[in-house]
């Protein structure tokens, strides 16, 4: 099955006229595998429209979204580039046409952080928000060398493994420039505590773009 509509990505005209000095991409989440698509209403992507509108930090600094073509990972042997991986590329290489060599922080939920961790390599990518991510063990740290990086996981999530985040964040410390690990009393959905997930969100990225005395980032710098 061929999805022939492409990912969607909203907010770039937007941010074109803004002028921006950063720009911020989410990354939602999905599924391991399904060639279902992306439709108007999905939860996963809705709940990152949510973080969208309380996300922003100024109108410098915009925030888009993407929309994948297809809801699941679809690599089960590692032998291909799962499918929201090539769709974020491809709104990178969007992004980057348009606005030129703009910092970009990456920041996924679930599937979505995967996403933003294989895709963080892309020459514009400053900064990587993993919140509540899908990160088998094993997964490869290298896309994050010289990136600042946040793991955020919560403590009742029973969909994606906390152990395993806090794993990664530690091996992520050989390459990357700075890791942060927040954890927070919450589940995967992340809507007992939004507000304060929400918050880290908007921290982290004042901290990436403006410096740690402006970000005042909540989350343990690891290594240090």
Known sequence: MTNNAGPRLIGLDSAAAAAPVAVVLLLHGGQ?????PVRRGNLAALRMSLLARTAHIDRSMPVLALRYRYRGWND???????????????????????LGPVPV?????SLGGRTAVRAAAYPTVRAVAALAPWLPLGEPVDALAGRTVLIAHGRRDRVTEIEHSIAYATRALAVADAVYLKLIDDGHAMLRAATTWHRLVREFCATVVLGPDAGRLDAERLGR
């Open 105 to 109: 922080i990456l920041v996924g939920h």
């Open 76 to 98: 089960e042997d590692g032998a291909r580039t799962p499918d929201p991986v090539r769709d974020a590329l491809d709104a990178l290489a969007r992004i980057e046409a348009r």
């Open 32 to 36: 391991a595998k399904s060639l279902a």
